[in-house]
């Protein structure tokens, strides 16, 4: 029997309102969390060299934007992860999934600890580890949406 | 309802959304973080400002030019395939909010007179937000 088959391809449409709005917090503080890191270990080595108080200051005024982005991305983070409720999930996306959450953790001590340095030696280390973990962290995510 | 099957793969895919997400969190968290550290930095003075600004430049550029890279890239991807007149509407008004946010930040860099620095700032940074988010509308 002769059979045709008509390949018929989807038209793109645009998100619906509640995933662009989910979306969008979580890509804006993810932005604010780890753009801001990147840019403040440009600008912190920089400024130090003004010495005084210039780093405490810029480290400061970072944070009064980093810890409430931190804290949407988290929630958002769970709203994504509840939209996958009733699909089969593989084996790999909960092991990166999970691997993602501690690089979260580690990434928010890290930025904690960066907080209460005392020594321009800390703040680089715990600096540079939290914006790495980070860096993974958004790898991850991007994984996850596929 | 029948779930759909969720799993990984190390794609180019992933390779060309990872850079474009890294990307714009360098520049939109960018000016955010500027936005934040700004005011500080002018009590300490006008070297830190301007300091400030250069190492912004030096990061932003490079940023906004993976952006545009990936963008374009991002739209291939959708080569060939019928696409709905709001999709169209709004990729096209994301790709004017990318160039204006792009010429405010040069001209920012330019101008040395407060209030219209200020303006170019403000402009370059609610585009640029805005440009994020038609970007989210389109990725679906």
């Known amino acids: 029997m002769d059979c045709c088959y008509i390949l018929e391809m989807e038209t793109v449409q645009l998100a619906d309102w509640l995933t662009t709005i ?3 917090l979580h890509v804006f503080a993810a932005a604010i969390w780890v753009g801001g890191q990147l840019v403040m270990m440009g600008l912190v080595p920089t400024e130090r060299k003004l010495g005084g108080n210039t780093e405490r200051i810029l480290l400061r005024a970072f944070s009064f934007w980093a810890w409430p982005a931190l804290a949407v991305l988290i929630l958002t983070g769970f709203w994504n992860l509840w939209t996958f409720q009733g699909d089969t999930i593989s084996t790999a996306w909960m092991a990166v999934l999970w691997i993602k959450l501690a690089i979260v953790v580690a990434a928010g001590m890290f930025q904690f600890l960066c907080d209460r340095a005392k020594t321009h030696r800390s703040v ?3 600096g540079s580890l939290s ?16 | 309802m029948i779930g759909e099957d969720v799993t990984v793969a190390l794609n180019a895919d992933v390779v060309r959304l990872f850079l474009h997400m890294l990307a714009a969190s360098i520049w939109v968290g960018g000016q955010f973080v500027m936005l934040g550290v700004l005011e500080p930095a002018r009590k300490i003075g006008s070297l830190a400002m301007y300091r400030l600004c250069k190492m912004l430049a030096w990061l932003s550029w490079p940023a906004l030019a993976v952006l545009v890279v990936t963008g374009i890239w991002n739209i291939m991807m959708f080569n060939g395939e ?14 004017g909010l990318v160039i204006l946010a792009g010429l405010s930040a040069w001209l920012h860099g330019k101008i040395a007179v407060k209030w219209e620095t ?4 403000a402009v370059g940074t609610v585009s640029s937000v805005l440009a994020l988010i038609f970007g989210v509308m389109l990725a679906g």
């Open chain 2, 118 to 121: 200020e303006t170019l700032a």
């Open chain 2, 82 to 95: 019928p696409k709905s007149t709001a999709w169209t509407v709004v990729l096209w008004a994301k790709v």
């Open chain 1, 131 to 146: 914006c790495t973990c980070s860096v993974l962290a958004l790898f991850g995510g991007v994984l996850l949406a596929g």
């Open chain 1, 22 to 24: 989910r979306l969008v």
């Open chain 1, 124 to 126: 680089d280390l715990w």
